[in-house]
């Protein structure tokens, strides 16, 4: 029988289990993938702790690439012997094989390899409708990328630069820092000493920028807003530093009449259109040579315990790919 990572409670990276699963024959709109490698995003950690609650037992993970073994009736958008990448759909990427609805399923093109395909899909695409979408970064805007080591941030802050923008990127640390100015970073502001809103400002003339890319939340909320000019657009995408807490609504006013967006990649591929546009945008710039992926993390999928602590403990760069 295959093994997968599931959870029966949430908690810390110890609720992750390694246990053997049903797979089953793919009924109707399905397909059974075996997987080869599998992508680690920062949302599984939300909702094995909980953050994110999700119906228990459940399984853990939100993309994979690997190959298509059968299909179910009707699935017409890949045949068996197709190499599928996914970013979406229901939880359980973490497994050896298992069945998958085959519309968010999407060919991995020649050139890409499993590994790639499953470091860049989900991040690629995230990258992909921020930057394009949420707020269409035009040549010579300056704009502010947090977290931009890590997995979506690499990818953001290459594809930024290619699009003709002045990159001001926030880490960690010293050496995540060398890492972001060798992808796209024109400035990094290491965010454990320095205070980014007085940096960026500094680094503008005292103008501020027309877009922030906050993915760390708590931590960073309230000083990303003091990083834009007036009527600049917040874009809160994520919860790693946890949940941004509630706020009086009168600091938007206040800061310069600012716009606010919460968006999620869900919403922004609902339609197999919108999932097949953005994607194919994200094969290009692979193509392109505009974005490189180097997969710096490769665990072994029963390790996925570990991966969740490295992860959280801002110990990874780049992004993270696990291999059954
Ligand atoms: N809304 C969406 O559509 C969407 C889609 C994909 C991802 N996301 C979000 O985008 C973010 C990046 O995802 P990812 O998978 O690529 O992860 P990641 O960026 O590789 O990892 C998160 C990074 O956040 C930084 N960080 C700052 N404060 C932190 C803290 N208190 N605890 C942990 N990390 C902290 C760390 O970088 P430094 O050490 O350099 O600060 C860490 O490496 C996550 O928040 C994720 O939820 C949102």
New binding site residues.
């Given amino acids: 029988m295959p093994k997968a990572v599931r959870i029966t409670e949430t908690g810390g990276p110890e609720v992750l289990r390694w246990d053997e699963v049903e797979v089953g024959a793919p009924g109707a709109g399905q397909a059974l993938v075996r997987h080869a490698a599998v992508g680690v995003?920062?949302?599984d950690t939300y909702h094995r702790s909980g953050l994110y609650p999700v119906p228990l037992p459940s399984g853990i993970g939100s993309e994979a690439a690997g190959v298509v073994e059968a299909v179910g009736p009707g699935v017409t958008v890949v045949r068996p012997g197709d190499r599928v990448v996914y970013a979406g759909g229901p939880r359980g990427a973490y497994a050896e094989s298992r069945l998958v609805p085959a519309e968010v399923l999407l060919p991995i093109p020649a050139g890409i390899d499993d590994r790639t395909a499953a470091a860049v899909m989900?991040?690629g695409m995230?990258a992909q409708y921020l930057i394009r979408r949420t707020y269409p970064v035009k040549a010579g805007e300056t704009v502010l990328f947090h977290?931009a080591?890590?997995?979506?941030?690499l990818i953001a802050c290459q594809w930024l630069k290619a699009l003709g923008a002045t990159v001001i990127g926030?880490?960690?640390?010293d050496e995540?820092a060398a890492i972001a100015r060798a992808h796209g970073c024109d400035h990094v502001i290491v965010?454990t000493r320095e205070d980014t809103a007085a940096r960026v400002k500094e680094l503008t003339g005292g103008a501020g920028v027309p877009v922030v890319y906050d993915?760390?939340?708590k931590?960073t909320f309230l000083n990303s807003l003091d990083c834009l000019r007036p009527l600049g657009l917040m874009v809160s995408?994520?919860?790693?530093?946890g949940k941004v807490t509630p706020f009086d609504l009168t600091i938007l006013s206040q800061k310069g009449s600012l716009f606010l967006t919460r968006?999620?990649?869900a919403t922004y591929t609902a339609t197999r259109a919108d999932l097949e546009a953005t994607a194919n945008d994200v094969f290009d710039v692979l193509r392109s040579g505009a974005v490189k992926v180097e997969v710096r993390h490769v665990y072994p999928l029963a390790d996925a315990q570990q991966v969740h602590r490295d992860?959280?403990g801002?110990r990874?760069v780049g992004s993270v790919v696990m291999t059954p």
């Fill in positions: 995003n920062f949302i989900l991040k995230t977290a080591a890590g997995g979506v941030g926030t880490v960690g640390s995540k965010s993915s760390v939340g931590d995408f994520g919860n790693s530093s968006p999620t990649l992860l959280e801002r990874t």
